[in-house]
């Protein structure tokens, strides 16, 4: 593929590198708070984010550098079988973010709607079936199924999606169900069915506050704010999935209409810019938690305050 322009290059390049810089200390901050502080409300949900913000850390951390310096160049500078690798380890880890978000969406619908909540043994096997479903969808492609090849300007790479063969079509469209359309539909139940319970629970909850005298003020007001927690943690979720969508859908749609027309391959910045786009939801999903869950932010602040007085304890003694 012919290089990108330099100046296009060179902006691009910057912009990623602040989004993969970013994400690995955004992502690795809240991947230590997850596991030091434990700010979440049950082992189920933690042990899920956890994972994620490990996905989302390794994505950034060793699939942007090879993007950054190819924008940066102009063109693929990594040669051959590290075009391979960049484009199984997008996949594998995006195919991944993607499923997880669903687990997380339906361990949320099944804590509060259907009121069973996930034990560490079950969400442990959630969440091996999602490696081994996404790590059999990225590798298909390096053993014949599909296969791998640069997109736009040939900066970064994908799936080759101008192929329409029986063979490349059927992996396509099994990738395209498993890995977006499946999860997409998951996570809009789950959420669909959980605000509306919030809501009615959240107003049940003010009604028996002022209503009942056979519970106590202090518990009534506890009960009141644990449904106001719970109902942020929801609301923090919906955030990190609709930001995952946002950045993701844009380069779905282009690669579906670039297998069946040639306009986005006349127009390469068409392909390019998509999928920079959609790596960023990387960085997202950091700053929502950032700005929506209080929790969050404050056992980040609390390692952050560790990690200095470790720092300076190992500096000067």
């Known amino acids: 593929s012919s290089g990108i322009n330099a100046e296009y290059g060179g902006s ?3 912009a990623m590198g602040f989004v993969c810089i970013g994400s690995v200390v955004g992502n690795l901050l809240v991947f230590i708070s997850l596991i030091r502080e434990r700010p979440l409300p049950n082992l189920a949900i933690q042990m899920i984010f956890r994972h994620l913000s490990f996905a989302n850390l390794l994505l950034a951390a060793i699939g942007d550098p090879f993007v950054i310096v190819s924008l940066a160049c102009g063109y693929w500078v990594w040669g051959d079988s590290a075009r391979l690798f960049e484009a199984f380890w997008v996949t594998f880890f995006g195919l ?3 499923m997880i978000l ?3 969406s339906f361990e949320q619908y099944s804590r509060f709607v259907m009121q069973r909540q996930l034990n560490s043994k079950q969400t442990m096997m959630f969440i091996i079936g999602i490696y081994m479903m996404a790590l059999f969808l990225g590798l298909a492609p390096l053993c014949g199924w599909c296969s791998y090849g640069p997109e736009g300007y040939g900066v970064s790479n994908s799936l080759n999606w101008t192929e329409l063969d029986d063979n490349a ?3 396509i469209v099994f990738v395209m169900i498993v890995g977006y ?3 997409l539909v998951v996570i809009v139940h789950c959420y669909r069915a959980i605000y ?8 049940v909850a003010v009604v028996q506050t002022l209503i009942s005298s056979n519970v106590t003020t202090l518990t009534a007001n506890r009960n009141h704010s644990l449904l106001v927690q719970e109902r942020q943690l929801a609301m923090t979720i919906t955030f990190i999935i609709l930001a995952f969508f946002f950045s993701w859908t844009p380069y779905v749609v282009m690669n579906l209409i670039n297998m069946f027309t040639p306009y986005v391959t006349q127009y390469k910045i068409l392909g ?4 920079l786009f ?3 939801s990387t960085l997202w999903w950091i700053l929502i938690y950032g700005l929506v869950d209080q929790r969050i932010k404050e056992a980040c602040k609390r390692t952050c305050s560790h990690i200095k007085r470790s720092v300076r304890v190992w500096y000067f003694s």
């Open 12 to 14: 691009l390049s910057m």
């Open 272 to 275: 390019t810019v998509p999928a």
């Open 196 to 203: 509306n319970l919030v809501q009615v629970q959240l107003n």
């Open 181 to 183: 359309f499946f999860p």
């Open 278 to 280: 959609a790596k960023s």
């Open 169 to 171: 079509a059927s992996y």
């Open 102 to 104: 669903a687990l997380i």
């Open 96 to 98: 991944l973010s993607m």
